[in-house]
């Protein structure tokens, strides 16, 4: 009997080797006459253990890791495939307390199936939530997700059964369920997971929008830096329309639902959804007046869902297991899970998923085991480059969309980068202008001339130039930029610009701190 070996398929373990190490393993196994089969498992999100090896043996799933191609051949020595000690051995991968102290609902099979493997999906509770969503009136899945308290996790957080519901409510020929798949936040990562990982469970969601809302087609609006998700999510695609989960006859149900991959502008922009649904349609991702609203006058004039893809695979174990359960998850109106992506200067980067409540300081120590560098962190941005910086005096602000409202931040996508004390916050002021300025599709002025005009003003205060009367200037431009853009690209650029300048003076050369905005 074969001798099971996993190594992970995700484009982050490829980008550490993983495909090298995987071929260094067959090598070796065929000098040695030994019977193994690898298998190219999703990751764990592990990342500081990647490449991330597992063995099966009767007792469970052994890990050794970080693995390099050189260290194949002592893994053997050692006898690895039997759960042989060696100084790589991580014991039973499940038992590692990095694992243990999570709470996976989303991110439930993430390292353990192959990401493409439909039966292996079907055995680890997939699709379950369907087969009950079948079974069940429209308004009553619209129900069940609002009651769930599931919010948007793309940033904006709002609930997602009440944007499901206002487009259940209009009445159209035609719907459509839009997956917002163009993940492009500073140290974000989840989407690309789920996607190159469990591309089912967002098949699955999305089937389910469909008929909670009476849509029969779905596109994904994928970022354009993901080939291998491309390919993952087409694949699993075909693979769920021939078992009979997609197309005219869903399950012998009677009803339809069709899903298309579509690539993405390349814009940071087309993240916002109203320029997204303009690039679907084949133009220019400009960003529309609202209202009219998407739920209502949305993909090609017709209502439409948009939802983030973390959003729409948390809908099947909403399905799967009830509302109740999901709402016991979390704290105050925020509930269930987040998907947290650790990057930065931190000892352990990667996934973890957690119930809305954990502090920022758990996460970077506990979790991330502090600074790389041995330095002390000095600041964190938390949800993408229109986060704010929180300094170490707000590290034990819990994870909770409110709370973090409550001091001038956003949540955003889960993404947490951490910088230490070596890092200028001045130049981390100026990259946000910069990045608007890039970035910005150029239809409302405070954001097209604000975001050009910032970085100017910021050079003057680097340069020491009048620093009294240019962070006054500043002010004013972030004001009119919170206040006046049409979208949240110009409207959450002051988020990061004056919160390092509340929070980090000195690095404007500021002794005390200004009067907040």
């Not at 389910?208 to 390919?231: C, D, F, M, N, W």
């Amino acid at each position: 009997m074969s001798i099971k070996i996993f190594v992970p398929i995700d484009s982050a373990a490829l980008s550490l080797g993983a495909n090298e190490v995987a071929a260094a393993i067959s090598k070796e196994a065929q000098a040695r006459k030994l019977d193994i089969q690898i298998i190219r498992n999703s990751s764990r999100g592990l990342f500081w253990l990647e490449t991330l090896v597992e063995v099966e043996t009767p007792q469970g799933r052994i890990g050794f890791g970080p693995v390099n191609p050189s260290d194949v051949k002592s893994l053997f020595d050692a006898d690895f495939i039997n759960g042989g000690k060696h100084p790589l051995a991580l014991n039973l991968v499940a038992e590692i307390d990095w694992l243990k102290k999570q709470e996976r609902l989303t991110f439930a099979r993430m390292g353990i199936t192959e990401p493409t493997n439909i039966d292996q999906y079907m055995a680890h509770d997939g699709f379950q939530g369907l087969k009950n969503a079948l079974n069940l009136k429209p308004e009553a899945i619209v129900e069940t997700v609002t009651a769930s308290g599931l919010r948007g996790r793309g940033g904006a957080a709002f609930p997602t059964g009440i944007k499901w519901k206002t487009v259940l409510d209009t009445k159209a020929t035609q719907k459509y369920i839009v997956c917002n798949a163009d993940e492009g936040d500073s140290g974000t990562y989840s989407d690309r997971m789920i996607m190159e990982g469990d591309p089912f469970v967002l098949i699955e969601g999305m089937i389910i929008a469909g008929l909670a809302v009476g849509a029969t087609q779905g596109y994904i609006y994928l970022r354009s830096e993901y080939p291998h998700a491309l390919k993952t999510l087409n694949e699993a695609i075909h693979q769920a329309t021939k078992a009979g989960y997609l197309g005219e006859d869903i399950l012998k149900s009677g009803k339809a639902f069709h899903l298309e991959v579509r690539r993405a502008a390349g814009a940071y922009i087309c993240g916002e959804e109203t320029s997204l649904l303009e690039s679907l349609e084949g133009k220019r991702g400009l960003v529309r007046f609202k209202p009219p609203l998407p739920a209502i006058e949305g993909l090609f004039g017709k209502p439409t869902v948009v939802n983030n893809v973390i959003s729409l695979a948390t809908v099947p174990i909403i399905l799967a297991k009830g509302a109740k359960y999901y709402q016991d998850f979390g704290m105050g109106r925020s509930r269930g899970t987040l998907p947290i992506q650790l990057a930065g200067n931190l000892k352990r980067t990667g996934l973890i998923e957690k119930a809305f409540g954990i502090t920022l300081r758990e996460l970077l120590y506990d979790f991330g085991g502090g600074s790389l560098s041995g330095k002390p962190i000095k600041a964190v941005q938390v949800g993408g480059p229109l986060g704010a910086y929180l300094p170490e005096s707000q590290f034990d602000t819990p994870l909770d969309y409110e709370k973090f409202s409550e001091i001038w931040a956003v949540l955003g996508h889960g993404g947490i980068v951490a910088f230490d004390e070596t890092v200028n916050m001045a130049k981390m002021a100026r990259y946000a202008f910069d990045f608007c300025a890039i970035e910005s599709c150029g239809k409302c002025t405070p954001c097209r001339i604000g975001s050009t005009r910032g970085v100017e003003v910021i050079d003057h205060i680097m340069q020491g130039h009048d620093v009294k009367k240019h962070i006054a200037l500043i002010r004013d431009l972030s004001d009119t930029m919170l206040n006046g853009s049409l979208c949240a690209l110009g409207g959450m650029t002051p988020y990061p610009v004056l919160s390092a300048l509340n929070h980090f003076p000195k690095d404007f050369g500021v002794d005390a701190k200004e009067p907040k905005a």
